[in-house]
């Protein structure tokens, strides 16, 4: 039985530890570790799907908010020359929702949500532990009830056959589209909460 040998494969990643972007070298293929070049870090593979999940989101995100400025640019000077674009306004409409639902985990993940610290920050770091856990718990319950609702709305869109007025467009679509961002959304709350707690313990 030969011994199995590292591989040789690497992903570009943004070290959470030295904060860098360096590539993560695949220390086993069987434990699926990776470790930074930079700092020595360690990782789980696991750990990197949802990161990796985010990027496409904001990519996506990127491409509809350039779509939508693209359009909005050319539809104007359309109806400058009397020849709109037909359905301009739906298709604008759905890029918009987009563009706002994809960028939600990504903005999320790089805390880039506005917060109100003044008066937390002055606390020990053990109580804005359990305050960030509280939040989160706050938090997890409205954006699961959301997912849940938005889920269900699309369901009942696509029974129903609903479609946009102009381009005959499934709505539908759109909005499971926006329920998997929420989804993602969750699960990243969902992963905060738990790094919280773990923080809280270490801090017994």
Not at 58 to 79: E, F, P, Q, S, Y
Not at 125 to 147: E, K, M, N, P
Not at 154 to 182: H, K, R
Not at 189 to 204: F, V, Y
Request: hydrophobic share 45%.
């Amino acid at each position: 039985m030969s011994d199995t040998k590292p591989s040789n494969f690497s992903i570009p990643f943004k070290c959470s530890a030295c904060g860098k972007d360096y590539k993560l070298v695949s220390l086993h293929p069987l434990s699926a570790l990776l470790k930074c070049e930079a700092c020595g870090k360690t990782y789980n593979l696991l750990t990197l799907n949802p990161l990796w999940m985010l990027r496409q989101l904001k990519t996506l995100g990127a491409i509809c908010l350039m779509g939508m400025t693209l359009l909005t640019c050319v539809d104007v000077g359309c109806r400058y020359l009397g020849h709109p674009i037909l359905g301009s306004v739906e298709i604008i409409g759905f890029l918009a929702t987009l563009t706002a639902a994809t960028a939600l985990p990504y903005t999320h993940q790089i805390k880039a949500h506005i917060g109100v610290e003044v008066l937390v920050r002055l606390f020990s770091s053990r109580t804005q532990a359990i305050i960030d856990i509280c939040t989160g718990i706050l938090s997890l319950i409205l954006f699961g009830l959301v997912t849940w609702q938005m889920t269900d709305y699309a369901y009942t869109l696509q029974e129903s056959g609903e479609v946009s007025m102009n381009l005959q467009f499934p709505e539908y679509m759109i909005v499971y589209v926006v329920a998997f961002c929420f989804l993602v959304f969750f699960l990243m709350i969902l992963q905060d909460i738990l790094q919280h707690i773990e923080t809280l313990k270490g801090k017994q």
